[in-house]
């Protein structure tokens, strides 16, 4: 469990209702189940959905919601503000 | 960081302000609703609104699903929380929501099993690590969360772990929008559309707001820098007398959205006839459960559920501060009865919620003087 968890609604931030995407870096792969071993700006690790995302490869660095990535940053190319 | 500190740059912010002070009228004031408890929070976290000049107003909306989960619907989930060798398992922000018997963090207080995940992954871990008990997750959110809801519940068939279920209070963003369009009180001038439910849904699903409702809608980043470029971007539309679907989140927001996540929830949900919004009523089409073919994952199948339905708190008026209509210092019980350590509404709950957001970072006395 992200021990983010466990600081619950009184945290700053919570994951549902902030509609939170946090950007993680995959480690490390379980192409069978789909599943990615990922590791976020803070270091803390966590198992990752990647089914939604396929293919995705170490090094990679994913937008991740409540367990499950659901876009690949290395995609997003017009991140400009201007 | 990168994705994060280019979109906090003050020289930036300031030039984006500066644009926006070009592009109002004098005389004419915007109401443009923020849609996600997010934004809402970015807003007030990073001051955005200090930067707009006095007739740009920011309302916000029902974009907090925590804030928008009925009283009835806690009271369900403690119920079945403490039926005998039940794990409840639920995200953070659910554990503090009032219903009307107390929240799940007491009924944790009073021996039901209830435990914080992160992901409903986590939830059928601990099915998997407790086979000998009934573990429940109770899936709340919008389009962002519902797909990680799916993917779970397919993994839990695949796994054939029979002793994980959902309780779905899974919700979508385009009714309760329809919903308030239609508000005879309420006067919206345009929205800043919600960031990452659009990256499941794409851009598509919001046209109807320009086409039917002749609004602007401009889908935004979390950022500071996301944000102040959506306000421009909308009053850029106005000053042209332009009516558009714009996306200033392209850079993780594709316009068709996620069709994988898009199929999956297909797959796995079906819409309810009708879901309670705390505040908004009964809305067609507006929730999810399980299909059919998943129905035995169905937690509502699978245990007792008393189905309860309880009248919003008369003091709170959580319902007004969704639509829009008030702003949060203007309840009756905003900061006096009503504080985060103590909510009455779920507005004040969730750190998303509108009220909470004003509380945290005090802007009930900022706001009188503005105002």
């Known amino acids: 469990m992200n021990p983010s968890a466990e600081a619950g609604c009184g945290s700053e931030h919570c994951i549902t209702c902030g509609d939170d995407g946090v950007p993680m870096t995959v480690l490390a792969l379980d192409a069978e189940r789909q599943l990615a071993l990922c590791v976020d700006e803070d270091g803390v690790r966590s198992q990752v959905e990647t089914a939604l995302v396929e293919p995705v490869a170490p090094g990679e660095r994913l937008l991740v919601h409540a367990g499950t990535a659901i876009a690949s940053l290395a995609a997003s190319v017009n991140g400009s503000v201007r | ?13 300031r030039a984006l302000a500066g644009e926006i002070l070009g592009l109002v009228e004098p005389g004419r004031h915007y109401k443009l609703m923020e849609v996600c408890g997010g934004h809402t929070h970015s807003i007030y976290k990073y001051g955005v609104d200090d930067l707009l000049p006095a007739n740009v107003e920011l309302v916000h909306g029902p974009g907090c699903p925590v804030c928008v989960i009925p009283m009835g619907r806690v009271d369900d989930g403690i119920a079945l929380a403490h039926q005998d060798g039940v794990i409840f398992t639920c995200f953070g922000d659910m554990v503090r929501v009032p219903g009307a018997n107390g929240s ?3 009924a944790k207080a009073a021996g039901a099993d209830v435990r914080i995940v992160y992901s409903p992954l986590d939830a059928l871990r601990i099915a998997k690590q407790n086979p000998d008990r009934q573990v429940v997750f109770f899936a709340i959110g919008f389009e962002t969360t519902a797909p990680s809801t799916a993917l779970t519940v397919k993994r839990a068939r695949a796994e054939q772990v029979k002793n994980f279920s959902v309780m779905c209070s899974h919700v979508t963003i385009v009714p309760p929008l329809r919903a308030l369009l239609e508000s ?8 800043i559309g919600p960031g990452h439910v659009s990256t499941i849904v794409g851009a598509r699903p919001f ?13 935004a980043g979390f950022e500071p820098l996301d944000i102040l470029q959506a306000i421009v971007m909308i009053l850029r539309q106005l000053a042209e007398g332009r009516c558009e679907v714009e996306n200033q989140y392209s850079r993780v927001v594709p316009y068709e959205g996620n069709v994988r996540a898009l199929e999956v929830m297909a797959e796995v949900f079906e819409l309810r006839p009708h879901f309670e919004w705390r505040g908004l009523g009964f ?8 299909s059919e073919a998943y129905a035995d994952l169905d937690a509502e199948v699978r245990f007792a559920v008393p189905g ?7 003091a709170c008026q959580c319902g007004e501060v969704l639509k829009g209509v008030i702003k949060p210092w203007e309840c009756k019980v ?4 009503c504080t985060p350590e103590r909510p009455i509404g779920t ?4 750190s998303e919620g509108a009220c909470a957001a004003y509380y945290n970072f005090g802007r009930f006395a900022r706001e009188r003087e503005v105002v």
């Not at chain 2, 309860?308 to 008369?314: E, G, L, Q, S, W």
């Not at chain 2, 905003?334 to 009865?337: N, S, V």
């Open chain 2, 184 to 191: 005879p009180d309420l006067r919206l001038d345009g929205f």
């Open chain 2, 104 to 106: 799940l963090l007491e």
């Open chain 2, 308 to 314: 309860v339905r309880v009248a919003d708190p008369k």
């Open chain 2, 283 to 290: 809305i067609s089409h507006s929730g999810l459960k399980l």
């Open chain 2, 1 to 13: 960081m990168k994705f994060v500190e280019e979109f906090r740059d003050p020289e930036l912010g």
């Open chain 2, 207 to 219: 046209e109807f707001i320009p086409a039917d409702y002749g609004k602007p809608i401009t889908i």
């Open chain 2, 334 to 337: 905003f900061g006096t009865a």
């Open chain 2, 347 to 350: 507005c004040m709950v969730s």
